[in-house]
């Protein structure tokens, strides 16, 4: 069983990457009309691509850009008690943030051998977005980011929401709902990820946004302890949230 302490729990918070479908350089905003017009199709929606971009583009690599990664991780006290201690990368140079995550990984959680990295669908979103805005700022990818060409079993990544299914593939479990069946507070009392890109981009609120993210972070770590049959934390064990 992975060792507590050895595991990085993340999650990001993107955006759309241009404030509006106008400032989009021509080349993207032609094959972003080309996207607009399957998930037109997709969901039988009459909206336009540019109400499309607004609402949508923060959650494809190629047309948003991350602003948030918050990280936690355990500590075992002297007395053999737990401690999650939280952190945050973010800013508006996306290229700084994944450069000081980077950085952390390649000194504290670079043993492919031990460490893991924990999300609630990190496989699916956070992971690959991660990977993939850094290959276009042409960051080296830390060794536990490194997938490409591996099997998912070669990996060194944990997804609460993987491991709730339990082998059901039709299942998509919220990181909302699991705090609840758990009876962990929610970290969706302010905003939640469809308000992250107005209060980006409007409101001009990034620490707003970077405190939501925390929370994502510490509710992840709950659910995953009591997935391990473990009591979850009080809050004067989590460090980072005020």
Request: aromatic share 10%; charged share 30%; with cysteine.
């Amino acid at each position: 069983m992975t060792e507590l302490t050895n595991i990085l729990f993340l999650d990001i918070e993107t955006v759309r990457g241009y404030d509006a479908y106008t400032d989009l350089p021509e080349a993207l905003r032609l094959c972003w009309d080309h996207k607009a017009g399957q998930l037109a199709k997709r969901e039988e929606g009459e909206s336009t691509p540019e109400e499309l971009f607004h609402d949508k583009a923060g959650i494809y690599c190629e047309f948003g850009k991350i602003v948030c990664i918050s990280v936690g991780y355990f500590r075992r006290e002297k007395d053999g008690s737990l401690q999650l201690r939280i952190k945050s990368f973010f800013g508006d140079d996306e290229a700084e943030l994944l450069k000081e995550f980077s950085d952390l990984l390649g000194q504290y959680f670079n043993d492919a051998n031990k460490h893991f990295l924990c999300g609630h669908n990190i496989k699916e979103f956070d992971a690959p977005y991660i990977c993939r805005r850094m290959v276009i700022h042409e960051l080296p990818l830390p060794r536990l980011l490194d997938l490409s060409g591996k099997k998912p079993w070669e990996t060194r990544i944990l997804d609460t929401m993987d491991l709730w299914s339990f082998g059901d593939k039709k299942a998509f479990t919220s990181l909302k709902l699991l705090c609840a069946v758990f009876g962990i507070p929610t970290p969706k009392d302010d905003i939640d990820g469809s308000d992250v890109g107005r209060v980006y981009w409007e409101e001009r609120d990034l620490d707003r946004i970077e405190r939501y993210c925390r929370k994502d972070v510490a509710a992840t770590a709950q659910v995953f302890l009591r997935m391990r049959l473990l009591p979850a934390l009080t809050p004067e064990q989590i460090h980072g949230l005020t």
